[in-house]
């Protein structure tokens, strides 16, 4: 998990639905140390809010999709048959490993979305 990257997204949701303004977003500070915000001018109460929904945001994230992992759909969609399809078309022996990568490859592209 790039943890920038999610600092940005959960700040962004934080303005977006906790009704934090921007300045009080640009007022924090991230310590890499113990991975809490810091701000010099907020409450420490406010802080303490954003802290905890940082700690939550994690844990979820955490244990959304470990990494190696992806969702796809319980059924295939035509996409995904259509590739699996493709990759041994032709050949008498299948090759499961390619097949499963590209049906994979195919849910998640984002054109299928």
């Known amino acids: 998990m790039n943890i920038q990257k999610e600092n940005d997204k959960y700040l962004v949701s934080l303005v977006a639905n906790c009704g934090a303004t921007q300045d009080e977003i ?11 915000f810091e701000s010099n001018r907020l409450a420490d109460w406010f802080i303490s809010q954003i802290n905890f929904g940082w700690k939550v945001w994690q844990a979820a994230k955490a244990q959304a999709i470990p990494d190696g992992f992806v969702v796809v759909p319980k059924e295939p969609t035509k996409e995904m048959i259509h590739i699996g399809e493709s990759t041994h078309y032709g050949y008498d022996n299948i090759d499961s490993k390619h097949c499963y990568i590209a049906m994979i490859e195919a849910a998640q592209d984002p054109a299928n979305d």
Do not use: I, W
Request: aromatic share 18%; charged share 35%.
């Open 26 to 36: 640009n007022d924090l500070n991230f310590d890499d140390e113990t991975s809490f």
